[in-house]
């Protein structure tokens, strides 16, 4: 699945991450915790390969840090979902072509597109809404449409790095329930974050980096 | 299907960054139609100045016993030589006539009837050979002829106008080099912040995994369109203008169709290099 070997890099002048090992399981639903500037990010940018490491291997289902071409980068990402505290959806296309334009900038037929975006718009709720532009959405909607984005083309783990950062309380419980039911169904999740309650709520494996390494696997009842 | 959707997209990021396409346009007209303007000058002046100073003209003076048939015989062996173009014989009273249009009667007077000049020849050389060497060269060839008593050529101007003509070639050379140099990189920093204006679009289709081809094309194609439009923008603005330098200034001047061919040649070229080189900062993997 993924797997991080001896894990070394350095961003700049900074050695953000020192000798970190990892692995994630099919179908695992993991925490990241770690203060600010603790790699969490990094880490995540490792496994879509937007980083590559100084020393050690990354795997991801059959691609390897190490032996990957340019070229077969995309081909990874096609299995990686990935998604933020930001959205980041485009401002200027509806919810509907937002998911579709994941389709269509790998090159999928248009058959395909229809039928794969609708039915994940279902599975997200958002359905009603896939002709609204997208502020005119809430922040919890608008996370929904980036997750439906980041699950359009049924990738085996979904990258999410702080995904409740911007949304109150509530509609980030509503997130994480989501999330659960993605879960669930198969898909893999690696989650970034700083909302210990969260954590506390819907406790799953959770991972602490400090001092750019592993300290520690902790059980989530520990955390204060 | 692909290709439909690559030309959709490039063509909707017109719409989707419509100030920036049009700053990018903009800038591309500007440029070119300068680019055109002042290479349409240069060609237009650098032609004149050949048409007028371009042909050397020789003074040959010859030996007043000379009869016409000799003298036609001599028109013959001169008008053979390579560098000459034409040759025209100046009789004494024409020679005198021109003098009186310059000098007025009273020069028939100081001349008390007589007529001091010489039957000459007035041989003009081909536009070729208006280089010093080479007029010298003909000037011996003409000298070395029976019955030629003198050739006359104004070395000095020649001199003078091969200098000018050399000097502002290289600075009209120069000015455009730099016209030229200044305009690519208006043009390729103005595409370059059109790109720039949509970085997440280009971030959201790394992640999603598009591949590196599927990034650039629309990108690309918008450079290309831009470069196209601006182009013919400056083609028309080039026509319009040298009609109304041609209408008040410059009667004589005509606009090859190359122009218009070249200036949509280096819009199309300047926009998809643009484009294409703006885009891969964004595609490191
Ligand atoms: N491109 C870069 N150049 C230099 N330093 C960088 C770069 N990217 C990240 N860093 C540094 O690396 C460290 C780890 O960054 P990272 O974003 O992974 O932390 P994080 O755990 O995600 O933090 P946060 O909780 O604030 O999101 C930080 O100190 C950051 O300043
Ligand atoms: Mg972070």
């Known amino acids: 699945m993924i797997e991080l070997f001896n894990i070394s890099i350095q961003l700049g002048k900074r050695q953000v991450l020192e000798q970190v090992s ?35 291997n990354v795997i991801v289902d059959s691609y390897s840090s190490s032996t990957i071409l340019p070229r077969h980068v995309p081909f990874l990402r096609r ?14 296309r509806n919810v509907y072509d937002n ?55 049924k990738p085996f783990i979904l990258l999410a790095d702080e995904p409740t950062g911007n949304l109150d309380p509530q509609v980030a419980r509503d997130i994480l329930h989501l999330l659960e039911n993605i879960n669930r169904s198969g898909t ?7 909302n210990y309650d969260l954590i506390r709520q819907y406790p799953h494996r959770t991972l602490v980096l400090e001092n750019g390494n592993f300290s520690r696997e902790i059980n989530p009842e520990e955390l204060a | 299907m692909r290709l439909l959707f690559l030309l959709k997209e490039g063509i909707a990021g017109f719409k989707r960054a419509r100030l920036a396409a049009t700053i990018s346009i903009a800038t591309i007209t500007l440029s070119l139609s300068l680019i055109g303007m002042f290479a349409l000058l240069v060609h237009h002046l650098s032609a004149q100045f050949q048409q007028t100073y371009g042909r050397i003209q020789l003074e040959v003076f010859i030996d007043p016993a000379i009869d016409s048939a000799q003298r036609q015989a001599l028109e013959g062996r001169i008008q053979q030589l390579a560098a000459v173009e034409a040759v025209q014989y100046v009789s004494p009273e024409m020679t005198l006539q021109r003098f009186q249009q310059d000098f007025g009667d009273d020069l028939l007077t100081v001349l008390e009837g007589e007529n001091p000049f010489p039957p000459s020849l007035q041989v003009i050389l081909k536009k070729e050979y208006a280089e010093l060497e080479k007029v010298e060269a003909a000037v011996e060839a003409i000298r070395a002829l029976p019955q030629v008593d003198e050739v006359i050529f104004q070395e000095k101007f020649i001199r003078l106008i091969n ?36 970085k997440t679009v280009i971030e959201i289709m790394r992640l999603v995994g598009a591949t590196h081809f599927f990034i650039k094309a629309p990108f690309v194609i918008e450079g290309l369109l831009q470069g196209l439009i601006g182009s013919l923008l400056a083609s028309g603005a080039l026509w319009l203008m040298s009609d109304l330098l041609r ?22 070229l300047l926009g998809l290099l643009g484009s294409y080189f703006s885009i891969g900062k964004y595609l490191k993997f």
């Open chain 2, 247 to 268: 209408a008040f200034f410059l009667p004589g001047l005509t606009i090859p169709w190359m122009y218009f061919l070249f200036l949509c040649g280096t819009g199309i």
């Open chain 1, 99 to 153: 998911i579709a334009f994941a389709l269509q900038v790998i090159g999928a037929p248009q058959r395909t597109i229809k039928s794969r975006v609708l039915s994940v718009l279902t599975r997200v709720g958002l359905h009603h809404k896939r002709y609204q532009m997208p502020q005119r959405l809430s922040g919890g909607e608008q996370q929904r449409v980036a997750i439906a984005r980041a699950l359009v083309n």
């Open chain 1, 22 to 56: 990892l692995k994630i399981n099919k179908g695992e639903f993991v925490y990241l915790i770690g203060q600010t500037g603790s790699g969490k990010t990094t880490l995540l940018r490792l496994i879509y390969m937007d980083v590559f490491p100084d020393r050690g």
């Open chain 1, 79 to 92: 299995k990686v979902g990935v998604i933020f505290q930001d959205f980041k959806l485009l401002p200027d």
């Open chain 1, 188 to 194: 893999a999740i690696l989650m970034a974050t700083h």
């Open chain 2, 163 to 198: 200098r000018y003509f050399f000097i502002g070639l290289i600075v009209a050379t120069t000015i455009g080099a730099t016209i030229f140099f200044i305009s690519t990189m208006l043009i390729f920093n103005t595409i370059r912040l059109t790109i720039h204006s949509r």
